[in-house]
């Protein structure tokens, strides 16, 4: 096989702000695995700071193990998984980059879109959110009224939280929910959680920072709203852990190693009675339409990431009012068209 890498710089259709930090452009490394018959799976690696990661780490990453990578021969996906992860187990981004990839090549070769090869049905399908970046009241509003969407996820972390959720709630009867990202204290959490719940709020998104486990028992004994992982799970071994202080999980497939362990965390949290959700990152096409595909097994999703681009640089699926349609194409289903 034959690694292809590509540099792209997302430039957002908007100033997107989470508690964090705010950017215009997203940059991303895009990889293609092309096998002898010219059959090319595409990947994508978001580069964002906050994790630690550049387009430089990321290339240098994938360069470093350029022979690992195309003499290894596509068996399935899953053992071809377990040899990268021997190279990048502590490259995640990088992991997941090479894993849909060669799920998307697999595919490719074998003639059928992923869920089909899963053996999933795509009759019942979970509606993605579309998110609101932390701003101004006004300008939330006015992009809530751009996208009016019937469900919602806004961006939390300020000193006037509860008064935004009151505005929006004024414009639109969409089901809304709540990330936090890390952004609040337990007590904050537990006093805004009932007038939120009274303003159709779905749920909170990871209201503490990842390591406060005691303010997390907390919250989760006493929040009337249920609360769901996301900085506080990331890898597999994290699943287990948050059994017990979150109500349900969103995986994302960058911080997890891609689709192969992301569908070991949604199989493991089902089995300990946790509802299950698939999130994304500021990206293409490429990432998005892998999400797609696990859709099926999922009780949420948030995959937008696409949408809040001024250009994408790939096609995939169609979202039209949080609905998702699936393109007409084997693998994963996305190809990319700015090389």
């Known amino acids: 096989m034959k690694l292809h890498i590509y540099r792209y710089d997302l430039r957002l259709a908007n100033t997107f702000t989470i508690t964090h930090e705010s950017r215009d452009v997203q940059p991303t490394v895009i990889v293609g695995l092309e096998d002898d018959h010219g059959n090319i799976g595409w990947g994508e690696a978001t580069a964002i700071p906050y994790y630690g990661q550049s387009q430089d780490k990321i290339v240098a990453t994938l360069e470093a193990n350029r022979s690992v990578i195309e003499t290894t ?3 399935t996906p899953e053992t071809y998984w377990a040899t990268m992860h021997q190279n990048f187990g502590e490259h995640p981004f990088e992991l997941c980059a090479m894993d849909i990839a060669a799920n998307d090549l697999y595919g490719k070769q074998q003639g059928k879109p992923l869920y089909k090869l899963w053996g999933l049905q795509t009759q019942h399908l979970p509606l993605t959110n579309y998110t609101i970046g932390i701003a101004d009241i006004p300008e939330m509003v006015r992009k809530m009224k751009a996208m009016p969407w019937p469900l919602c996820k806004i961006k939390m972390g300020t000193d006037h939280d509860l008064a935004i959720i009151q505005a929006l709630r004024q414009e639109t009867r969409a089901t809304c929910r709540i990330d936090a990202n890390t952004g ?3 007590q904050q959490t537990i006093d805004l959680a ?25 919250v989760f004994a006493e929040s009337v709203l249920p609360i769901m992982a996301d900085e506080s799970c990331q890898r597999e071994e994290d699943v287990a852990k948050c059994h017990g202080y979150f109500h349900g999980i969103n995986i994302k497939l960058v911080k997890c190693g891609g689709l192969t362990p992301a ?3 949604i199989a493991q949290a089902k089995k300990l009675g946790m509802k299950v959700m ?7 096409s490429i990432g998005i339409s892998a999400i797609a595909h696990l859709l099926p097994l ?4 948030d995959m937008d990431g696409a949408l809040l681009l001024a250009k994408d640089i790939a096609s995939g699926v169609n979202i039209q009012d949080g609905i998702i349609h699936y393109a007409d194409r084997p693998g994963r289903g996305a190809e990319l068209h700015l090389l």
């Open 73 to 75: 021969p596509l068996d």
């Open 184 to 186: 609040w204290t337990a």
């Open 194 to 218: 009932p007038a939120l719940k009274a303003l159709d709020v779905e749920f909170i998104e990871q209201p503490l920072v990842a390591d406060n486990w005691s303010g997390q028992a907390q």
């Open 263 to 265: 569908r070991r965390m």
């Open 278 to 284: 698939v999130g994304c990152m500021t990206e293409s």
């Open 298 to 301: 999922l009780d949420y999703v």
